[in-house]
T-cell receptor, first 114, second 116 residues
Framework: DTAVSQTPKYLVTQMGNDKSIKCEQN?????MYWYKQDSKKFLKIMFS???????INETVPNRFSPKSPDKAHLNLHINSLELGDSAVYFC?????????????FGPGTRLTVL | AQSVAQPEDQVNVAEGNPLTVKCTYS??????LFWYVQYPNRGLQFLLK????DNLVKGSYGFEAEFNKSQTSFHLKKPSALVSDSALYFC??????????????WGLGTSLAVNP
């Protein structure tokens, strides 16, 4: 059983398009995250939700809009895609807000903007 | 400000030899420290963490890490490396008293290559 799943796995699109990535976790966690990993493998937190409430909102262009319909799902919508958005996007989840809880990652969505 | 340093971009070790991947940190207060591994084209997987107590922490796949408060380090170790350990390793930290600052601070990653 997949713990944290993301769809799609690969996404190739043209500049200016709008796209969404979906994430679901079946671990019963109440906190979810979106990370961006660039071509140099640097990992950067973008957003985090706890029980559908936004708790981390890093300096991310407002073309990126997360949505959490329930605590098991966290989607990422990107408007007006740019070349620099090309990266691997990871969803993750953890239990609660305790800072000592580890995060569980999805397999990633590789976004390529042409 | 909180920070994590992984001073080596790449570590090479022969199969069967011990391996060490270094991590140093800077936080105000006591740290919570984590190691994650990322195999090629996969998501990150949690290996181990230090919260409190015994300075030597054991984790998955035979890995362990030693918390050294005086040196502010949390190096990842394994007594005998396997070719299958070749991957990218990330260290991360968060201060236990960070309050509403809920971000994990991530290192830049160390690529481990185990040669047969």
């Amino acid at each position: 059983d997949t713990a944290v799943s993301q769809t799609p796995k690969y996404l190739v699109t043209q500049m200016g398009n709008d796209k969404s990535i979906k994430c679901e976790q079946n671990l019963g966690h109440d906190t979810m995250y979106w990370y961006k990993q660039d071509s140099k493998k640097f990992l950067k937190i973008m957003f985090s939700y706890n029980n559908k409430e936004l708790i981390i909102n890093e300096t991310v262009p407002n073309r990126f809009s997360p949505k959490s319909p329930d605590k098991a799902h966290l989607n990422l919508h990107i408007n007006s895609l740019e070349l620099g958005d090309s990266a691997v996007y990871f969803c993750a989840s953890s239990q609660g807000l305790a800072s000592y809880n580890e995060q569980f990652f999805g397999p990633g969505t590789r976004l390529t903007v042409l | 400000a909180q920070s994590v340093a992984q001073p080596e971009d790449q570590v090479n070790v022969a199969e069967g030899n011990p391996l060490t991947v270094k991590c140093t940190y800077s936080v105000s207060g006591n740290p919570y420290l984590f190691w994650y591994v990322q195999y090629p084209n996969r998501g990150l997987q949690f290996l181990l963490k230090y919260i409190t107590g015994d300075n030597l922490v054991k984790g998955s796949y035979g890995f362990e890490a030693e918390f050294n408060k005086s040196q502010t380090s949390f190096h990842l170790k394994k007594p005998s490396a396997l070719v299958s350990d070749s991957a990218l390793y990330f260290c991360a930290v968060r201060a236990s008293n960070a309050g509403n600052n809920r971000k994990l601070i991530w290192g830049l990653g160390t690529s481990l290559a185990v040669n047969p």
